[in-house]
């Protein structure tokens, strides 16, 4: 099982590095001089759901806390709407707050599925770090989080892969 989690993380962390690459070109001339730095890490939290005037999608509000390389201990905020029959996520936005109140801030979008247990899922999306302030600012990259969700309990955990665009 663990070849099996390393492989897919592996493949997830190439396709960060691509989703990456792709949206270098989006860089500013302030960060034509960054090197790239690995982000890895897990959070685990909490949500709320609210619906929407769409029967079939419903907001979701989360809250959690997490160790993460090069940002150290964190919060995250989060929002997403979720489609309740194709488990779709999609609109989804993050604010992860370092200990000192820096801040990164980004776009997700993915799927979820479920695992057979009830009222678990698990999901994975994936998105672009598109600004931050503090000691982030200025820097862009890639996220993704691999997680799963409690639905009757309202909590989750994830595990965080990503690349950050680190001014020299």
């Known amino acids: ?3 099996r989690m390393n492989h897919r993380y ?8 691509c ?9 500013s001339r302030a960060e034509e001089n960054s090197a790239p730095v ?3 890490g897990t959070d685990v939290g909490k949500f709320t759901a609210t619906p929407t005037s769409n029967p ?14 090069w940002v150290g201990s964190f919060t995250l905020r989060a929002e997403e709407h979720i489609n309740l029959q194709t488990l779709e996520v999609s609109q989804a936005h993050f ?3 370092a200990a000192n109140g820096d801040r990164l801030m980004g776009t997700y979008k993915g799927i979820a ?21 503090g000691q982030f600012e200025g820097m862009s990259g890639a996220i993704m989080f691999h997680g799963s969700a409690d639905l009757g309990q309202g909590t989750f955990k994830d595990e965080i892969l990503g690349i950050l665009a680190v001014e020299n």
């Not at 419903?58 to 390389?69: K, M, P, W």
């Open 95 to 97: 604010t992860i707050t």
């Open 38 to 40: 690995a982000l890895r």
């Open 1 to 3: 099982m663990l070849n």
């Open 19 to 27: 989703a990456y690459i792709a949206s270098s070109a989006k860089i």
């Open 10 to 17: 592996s493949l997830f962390f190439l396709l960060l590095i």
């Open 56 to 69: 079939q999608v419903v907001v979701t509000s989360d809250a959690a806390v997490g160790e993460l390389t």
């Open 113 to 133: 599925h479920a695992t057979g247990i009830p009222n678990v899922i698990e999901y994975d999306v994936a998105g672009l770090i598109s600004g931050g302030t």
